[in-house]
């Protein structure tokens, strides 16, 4: 199963209430990310291209609603997932495409859940 599959089926297990389910599938997600300073959390796996249309953004932004559904608490994942989907605009001409209102979904949503030390991150900087 993709990562972005994986993503989707999480949610749904924890909205049916089958939470070790959903957190058995959030952890094999998160094995499969990678961190670094520059670029914070991201999937460097043949399996983060097989979602939608083989872009990379759609899978950050499931598996960041993932997390967010079923550890709500784990800002600092979060914060690092979401400076990856800043980067991706950074770097990348998406123009106005799924791609990028998936990112600014992604962000958008997690700016109003850590808002501290998201803003202390990317906007006092």
Do not use: H
């Not at 939608?52 to 960041?64: G, H, L, M």
């Not at 800002?75 to 770097?91: D, I, N, P």
């Not at 990028?100 to 850590?114: A, D």
């Amino acid at each position: 199963m993709t990562i972005y599959g994986k993503a989707n089926t999480a949610v749904i297990l924890q909205q049916y209430g089958k939470v070790e389910k959903a957190r058995e599938y959030l952890q094999s997600i998160k094995e499969y990310t990678v961190y670094t300073e520059e670029k914070g959390r991201y999937f460097d796996s043949k399996n983060a291209y097989y979602s939608w249309r083989d872009y990379k953004i759609p899978t950050e932004v499931a598996a960041i609603e993932a997390i967010k559904t079923i550890t709500p608490t784990d800002g600092k994942t979060l914060v690092e997932m979401q400076r990856w989907l800043l980067q991706e605009k950074r770097t990348q001409a998406l123009g106005y495409t799924i791609e990028l209102s998936e990112c600014y979904l992604g962000i958008y949503e997690q700016w109003q859940l850590v808002d501290a030390e998201w803003r202390a991150c990317y906007v006092d900087a």
